[in-house]
């Protein structure tokens, strides 16, 4: 079955620790996006990807770093974890040659760093 | 230029009613109009979509109606029902390769609909 997955969807963390949130996603889809959602607020776009080897960074600032090393997966990484990192972290992806731009997104994670 | 401003932030509705969300934005080059709906603990979905050439669709029991020249559109719930009861986000894209297809989310909207 075609789907995006995210884990851990749990993470508590001490500061300073350097953690890696996953992402894969099963429907062979180039774009794929990372996204910060506060509880109750709107989405952030923190980083973008087109295809293998292709990164950018979104409209919201992140201390954050991701790779695309393959198609389905796109990590995130945080090497020092901060308490100003606590959030939920939600994937997505979307076909590049769609005619429309519907994004697909994953369950999220939460972090909590404390 | 980028920012989609979306109202209200809740919404209280009995079920059966109609609930009204409202979208307004400023980049007129914007060209792909989407609602999503988002349950607690789970990540966004897409609800149902818009492109500026039409002024209304409807899928079901949700519609969108689209204002090009006030540059506002509104999904409307009829007969809304308990299990509608989420966040919904309104959202605004360029479908170009370049923008990579970058969608800019409204603040959300947390419904209730009361039994």
């Known amino acids: 079955e075609a789907d995006i997955y995210q884990t851990p969807r749990y993470l508590v963390i001490g500061t300073g620790k350097k953690i890696t949130l996953e992402c894969s996603q099963t429907m062979g889809h180039d774009k794929m996006y990372w996204y910060q959602q506060d509880p109750g607020m709107e989405l952030h776009l923190i980083h973008y990807?087109?295809?293998?080897?292709?990164?950018e960074k979104g409209d919201l600032s992140s201390e954050s770093t991701v790779s695309r090393i393959r198609t389905e997966h796109f990590p995130l990484t945080l090497e020092s974890a901060r308490p100003s990192h606590t959030s939920q972290y939600l994937c997505?992806?979307?076909?590049?040659?769609?005619?429309?731009?519907?994004?697909?997104f994953g369950p999220g994670t939460r972090l909590t760093v404390l | 230029q980028q920012q989609v401003k979306q109202s209200p932030q809740s919404l209280i509705v009995q079920k059966g009613g109609i609930s009204i969300i409202n979208c307004a934005y400023e980049?007129?080059?914007?060209?792909?109009f989407p609602w999503y709906q988002q349950f607690p603990g789970k990540g966004p979905a897409l609800l149902i979509a818009?492109?500026?050439?039409?002024s209304e669709k409807k899928e079901g029991r949700f519609t969108i109606s689209f204002n090009k020249s006030a540059k506002q559109f509104s999904l409307h719930i009829m007969d809304s029902q308990p299990g509608d009861s989420a966040t919904y986000f309104c959202?605004?894209?360029?479908?170009?390769?370049?923008?990579?297809?970058?969608?800019?989310f409204g603040q959300g909207t947390e419904l209730s609909v009361k039994p």
């Open positions: 959202a605004a894209s360029l479908v170009l390769y370049n923008q990579g297809g970058k969608l800019i």
């Open positions: 997505a992806s979307s076909d590049l040659t769609g005619a429309n731009n519907e994004q697909f």
């Open positions: 818009i492109r500026p050439d039409v």
């Open positions: 980049n007129t080059a914007f060209d792909y």
């Open positions: 990807s087109y295809g293998v080897n292709s990164t």
